[in-house]
């Protein structure tokens, strides 16, 4: 047991040296954590922008192609009306002219006094 001051006074200096190296390679594990914690974070923000935009487009998507709908209704149902409205104005003219064709009938049957063979 020959130890010397010197021999006992060398583990403080290496403790003290060892603290110093934990201290900076846990301040360099937290610099290396939170640049990849930026990372993460930045790669979180992009997606999800992406992933709005995705959105509005397809919003937009959804309403240009709601809005061709409600168009197309909308010329369908004037060209439903226009059809309409001429195969009603044709039954009427069709009408008129078998009531004419009747009046006119009735009125030969009073002129002559006969039924026509159509007639029972």
Not at 44 to 68: F, S, Y
Request: overall charge positive; charged content about 45%; aromatic content about 4%.
């Amino acid at each position: 047991m020959n130890e010397t001051r010197e021999q006992r006074a060398k583990p403080v200096p290496v403790a003290a040296a060892v603290d110093q190296w934990k201290e900076t390679e846990i301040v360099k594990t937290r610099m290396k954590y939170e640049k990849l914690s930026e990372k993460i974070v930045s790669w979180e923000d992009k997606k999800r922008k992406k992933a709005k935009r995705k959105l509005h487009r397809t919003e937009r998507g959804v309403e240009k192609t709601k809005l061709k709908a409600i168009e197309r209704f909308r010329d369908d149902n004037e060209r439903i009306e226009m059809i309409v409205a001429s195969a009603r104005a044709h039954a009427y003219e069709s009408r008129v002219k078998e009531e004419l064709k009747v009046r006119e009938k009735a009125n030969l049957m009073r002129a002559t006094g006969k039924n026509p063979s159509t007639c029972l």
